[in-house]
């Protein structure tokens, strides 16, 4: 299986400010012959389902603000949040679907400073 | 829309049975693997089944293989998840998920979930 670990577990950012959550697999989730990393980001806001943040490692949801952005590739990952708004308040999750059984981080709750 | 509804959670006593049900709306549903994931009270998701698009294919979380299947009826737009011999590790909020024309892709929109409750 995929392990996906994401650091820090928990977040502390200051309205405005930039955050930086971070995930790495166990093993690469590149798939070389499409140049794809089969990356997801998620966010999860108390009471409510997950919310399809990013895809291809990179690629932001339609309607998905654009101070929501993804990076990294083979292993290591980063979502950042360029200047933090309170609604963005949440548990976010990186998952790979580039194997069965699919995998997420264990999660990254972010809270205001 | 694309809009995924779960039913079926409930109370139920340890290696009792239970269906879940997802009707889904909004898009052609036989177009779609779809998944189911969970989530204990507190804790962070897991991934539980996937099905392909025609039903043909399934592939299940090993803490679930033998004891859980997962089905789906294109004429309804229906997913089904019948879990049997229930234990109380599998109490949990059951979210269903629309993947992509294959099975790995990435999960859009999700179910608000159903909650399965396993106790005596």
């Known amino acids: 299986d995929i392990v996906m670990t994401q650091s820090p577990d928990s977040l502390a950012v200051s309205l405005g400010e930039r955050a930086t959550i971070n995930c790495k697999s166990s093993?690469?989730?590149?798939?070389?012959?499409?140049?794809?990393?089969?990356l997801a980001w998620y966010q999860q806001k108390p009471g409510q389902p997950p919310k399809l943040l990013i895809y291809?490692?990179?690629t932001r949801e339609s309607g998905v603000p654009d101070r929501f952005s993804g990076s990294g590739s083979g292993t290591d990952f980063t979502l950042t949040i360029s200047s933090l708004q309170a609604e963005d308040v949440a548990v976010y999750y990186c998952?790979?679907?580039?194997?069965?059984?699919?995998?997420f981080g264990q999660g990254t709750r972010l809270e205001i400073k | 829309q694309v809009h995924l509804v779960e039913s079926g959670g409930g109370v139920v006593q340890p290696g009792r049975s239970l269906t879940l049900s997802c009707a889904a709306s909004g898009f052609t549903f036989s177009d779609s693997s779809i998944h189911w994931v969970r989530q204990a009270p507190g804790k962070g998701l897991q991934w539980v089944a996937v099905i392909s698009n025609a039903g043909g294919i399934q592939y299940y979380a090993d803490s679930v293989k033998g004891r859980f299947t997962i089905s789906r009826d294109n004429s309804k737009n229906t997913l089904y998840l019948q879990m049997n011999s229930l234990r109380p590790e599998d109490t949990a909020v059951y979210f269903c998920?629309?993947?992509?024309?294959?099975?790995?892709?990435?999960?859009?929109?999700w179910g608000q979930g159903t909650l399965v409750t396993v106790s005596s």
């Open positions: 291809w490692a990179s």
């Open positions: 093993q690469s989730v590149l798939y070389t012959s499409n140049n794809k990393n089969y």
């Open positions: 998952q790979q679907y580039y194997d069965t059984p699919i995998t």
């Open positions: 998920a629309r993947g992509g024309a294959l099975i790995g892709s990435w999960f859009d929109p």
